[in-house]
């Protein structure tokens, strides 16, 4: 049997549709069932687990997008249309 947490992770670069699905299915589980199948406890990982579980999936961080350039940043104050009538 697969699990909702391996189901999830096979789903880095598909459609965000598909991520949404495997989510909506967590959020209808119990919550014992959640935590069995997500491989946790109520008190959290053994920090044994947690070392694991890091250099698996990496630090439980949101990667920093590219920042907009100063041109873009000039370009979309202009563009706004709010900014024009104050002008």
Known sequence: ???ILA???ETAGRTSREREET????????VGELLEE?????????PAEARERLQRYGPNE???GRRPSWGRRIWGAFADPFIV???
């Open 62 to 64: 949101i990667p920093e």
């Open 38 to 46: 997500l491989g946790t406890r109520w008190n959290g990982l053994d």
């Open 23 to 30: 989510l909506l299915r967590w959020s209808e589980l119990p």
């Open 85 to 87: 009538v104050l002008l």
């Open 1 to 3: 049997m697969t699990t």
């Open 7 to 9: 189901r999830y992770t």
